[in-house]
Structures are given as C-alpha cells and as structure tokens.
C-alpha cells in the first residue's frame, strides 16, 4: 500500500522559512514523481512544483520560482518542499503527491497545515 | 499555462439521481506520446484530494462504478450516476500533459 506521511503543523512569523517532509513507503520511491500542492484556507488546488527522486531534477511553477525549494532523499524516501520569505498568503495546507510518468495513480499525503502570523 | 474551467461551480443534487461536471482545457491535453493526461480527483470535507479517474475514463482502483468519465481533446465530463450521500465534496480536473500541472476551479457536490 502506497503511504505518504507528512510532518506536522507549523506556525512561522513572516519573512522566514518553513521545511515540510513526506516520508513514503509501499513503492520505489525513485519510480514515482513527488508534486507538492498548495491549498490556502477554502481555496481551490495550486501546483507548487515536483521533483523526480531518480535524478533530483526539479520543475517549479512560476509563482513559486525563487522562493520554493523541493528536494528528495533517497536514503530515507523522503521528499522535502522548502519556502522562504514567508508571507500571511502563504497560510495553507500544503500537500506532497506522487505519481508514476504513466499518470495511472496519484497517492496524496494527508497535509501539513502553515500558519504564518506576527 | 493550460487552463482548466470547470462548469458547475455548485452542484446542488438529489439523492439517488445523476450528476455531471464539465472541464474545459485552454488547449489540447494530448500528449506527444498520444495519451491525454486529464484526472478527476474528489476531495471529501476535511480530507486531502483523492485520484476518481486518470486518462479520462480509467477508473482508479476502489472507485465505484458510478463515477464515469469521457471527452476528449479539450472537453472532458465527470458523471455520477446516482449520487450518494458520501460523494458530498468537491470535485477537480487536473492536467498532467504539459508542465505546469493545473487544476481546475473545483466544482462543489452538495445534497439538496
């Protein structure tokens, strides 16, 4: 069974940085691309970018470019999605997604939730 | 970016009958490799996104078989043939063809 799990909340102060994990089990972590997804507060869903575990190779989307780092550890089977200079809009779910290159399955973690507040 | 519109927004239905949910893509979602990445995902209140349909009309493992999907080039359907209490969430279409992924709007299943 594929399982994503992510790690906890987070309450950041504007301007800093947050670092979330996504430890997989159940498959090949080096077979699948890890996505992160952003989802702010009864908003709809925003891809934040992916990075395929096999050669670390990334893919950001233009929004995030700059200020969003997604890495991956194959050591552990751990994805890890960084964002700096955080700012109140930043507040969301954030979720880490894989998928096969044959977009046959999309297993989702349950979520960390980001609460950026002075 | 490919765009994604979802039509409804809000879908207020009855228990028992038949829902459907449109996505319209900004441009073609055919693949290259001749396969067209387009999934509907439902996310129940309070629960991270899950995979109803990849390729269109490919049924994900475990999903009833009262969820149906089809189209085509830029026009794609999700249909529920009779709705059930537990479909209550919200709905997306999401495009895996050309990087970024998008998703649509999201489309709100509600019992009336």
């Known amino acids: 069974e594929v399982q994503l799990v992510q790690s906890g909340a987070e309450v950041k102060k504007p301007g800093a940085t947050v670092k979330i994990s996504c430890k997989v089990s159940g498959y090949t972590f080096t077979d699948y691309y890890m996505h992160w997804v952003q989802q702010a507060p009864g908003k709809g869903l925003e891809w934040m970018g992916l990075v395929d575990p096999e050669d670390g190779e990334t893919i950001y989307a233009e929004k995030f470019q700059g200020r969003v780092t997604i890495t991956a550890d194959t050591s552990t089977d751990t994805a890890y999605m960084e964002l700096s200079s955080l700012r109140s809009e930043d507040t969301a779910v954030y979720y880490c997604?894989?998928?096969?290159?044959?977009?046959?399955?999309?297993?989702w973690g349950q979520g960390t939730l980001v609460t950026v507040s002075s | 970016d490919i765009v994604m519109t979802q039509t409804p927004l809000s879908s207020p239905v009855t228990l028992g009958q038949p829902a459907s949910i449109s996505c319209r893509s900004s441009q073609s979602l055919v693949h290259s490799d001749g396969n067209t990445y387009l999934s509907w995902l439902q996310q129940r209140p309070g629960q991270p996104p899950r995979l109803l349909i990849y390729k269109i009309s490919n049924r994900f493992s475990g999903v009833p078989d009262r969820f149906s999907g089809s189209g085509a080039g830029t026009d794609f359907t999700l249909k529920i043939s009779r709705v059930e209490a537990e479909d209550v969430g919200v709905y997306y279409c999401t495009q895996a063809t050309q990087f970024p992924n998008t998703f649509g709007q999201g489309t709100k299943l509600e019992i009336k």
């Open positions: 997604a894989t998928d096969p290159p044959s977009r046959s399955r999309y297993d």
